[in-house]
């Protein structure tokens, strides 16, 4: 059982006996208190697709869900619809687009260490790698000698996510990004 300060975002949590996926953690350290951090959680029903939010202290203890992590590779889109083909047995796992909107600005045909979290034989998540390369579509050109400042510009990457990179980047470059942070990390 992990404490609520060790569980991340995509975490499986079973809350009084119904499993409930973390969305979204906001961490707030409040002054005046004797300790600890409170770690907000926007979780949503894995089944109702309901929302609620918690807030845990950072010693709370917290129990997983018991979901199945398979490893799988994106397929091809169908409308709303995106499947996900099972790196092992080829089974193909379907997801509405507005249960995956967040993960799909990462997500590539060459992406490798996805997978999809299984409750009772039904798709209800996705996993990411924490770093993923992406490549850079549409940047302002890049300045010579802009790698000695700490200046950054926007860049517009293949899924349609922008983020900030440093100057001397340019159009057509691959770029790891973080996934947690959505920040640029370095070149490919």
């Known amino acids: 059982m992990p404490k609520a300060?060790?569980?991340?975002?995509?975490?499986?949590?079973?809350?009084?006996g119904e499993a409930?996926?973390?969305?979204?953690?906001?961490?707030?350290?409040?002054?005046?208190?004797?300790?600890?951090?409170l770690y907000r959680m926007r979780m949503y029903n894995v089944v109702t697709n309901a929302k609620i939010d918690e807030t845990f202290k950072d010693s709370d203890m917290?129990?997983?869900?018991?979901?199945?992590?398979?490893?799988v590779t994106f397929s091809y889109a169908d409308g709303d619809e995106y499947v996900f083909m099972d790196s092992e047995d080829y089974t193909a796992y379907s997801m509405n687009k507005e249960a995956i909107e967040d993960e799909l600005m990462f997500i590539t045909e060459d992406l490798q260490?996805?997978?999809?979290l299984v409750l009772n034989e039904a798709p209800v998540a996705l996993d990411l790698p924490g770093?993923?390369?992406?490549?850079?579509?549409?940047?302002?050109?890049?300045?010579?000698?802009?790698?000695?400042?700490?200046?950054?510009?926007?860049?517009k990457l293949?899924?349609?996510?922008?983020v900030q990179v440093p100057e001397h980047i340019s159009t057509g470059d691959r770029i790891k990004v973080n996934v947690?942070?959505?920040k640029f990390t370095g070149r490919a």
């Open 5 to 16: 300060s060790e569980i991340k975002r995509n975490a499986a949590i079973d809350i009084n």
């Open 20 to 37: 409930y996926i973390v969305r979204d953690i906001e961490r707030s350290v409040p002054q005046g208190r004797a300790g600890g951090s």
């Open 180 to 182: 947690e942070e959505r």
């Open 113 to 116: 260490g996805l997978h999809v």
């Open 131 to 155: 770093i993923v390369e992406l490549e850079i579509i549409e940047t302002d050109p890049s300045i010579k000698g802009g790698s000695a400042t700490a200046r950054t510009k926007p860049a």
């Open 62 to 71: 917290l129990t997983l869900a018991d979901l199945t992590r398979r490893a």
């Open 158 to 162: 293949s899924t349609g996510l922008i």
